[in-house]
Every structure is written in C-alpha cells, then in structure tokens.
C-alpha cells in the first residue's frame, strides 16, 4: 500500500488516497487504512478539545 494523495489545503475535509496493489490483501489493507485514519482523526479532535 502506498500514499498518493492528502488534501493539504483542508478545505474540502479530510480525506486521503491510497493505491492498493495486491488484490488478495485490498479487504484487509482498506480495512487498516480506514481505522488508522479514523484513530488519526479522533486524536486529533481530542487534542485540539483541550
């Protein structure tokens, strides 16, 4: 899996790219992507609360 893409600009949300090469591994892989960007996100939501 590979980064392509982030919205540095964060005007449009969040969001980012990935390319998922291996198709017997893109379940798992998106399945990963998606919950560190979702942990990503809660952090940093709990940090700018403080």
């Given amino acids: 899996m590979r980064l392509i ?3 540095h ?3 449009h949300g969040r ?3 990935a390319e998922f ?3 017997y591994a893109i379940e798992a892989d ?3 992507k998606v919950k560190s960007q979702f942990e990503e996100m809660l952090q940093g939501a ?3 609360s403080k």
């Fill in 5 to 7: 893409g982030v919205n």
């Fill in 9 to 11: 600009l964060a005007t």
């Fill in 15 to 17: 969001w980012a790219f």
């Fill in 21 to 23: 090469c291996d198709v």
């Fill in 30 to 32: 998106f399945a990963e």
């Fill in 46 to 48: 709990i940090t700018s």
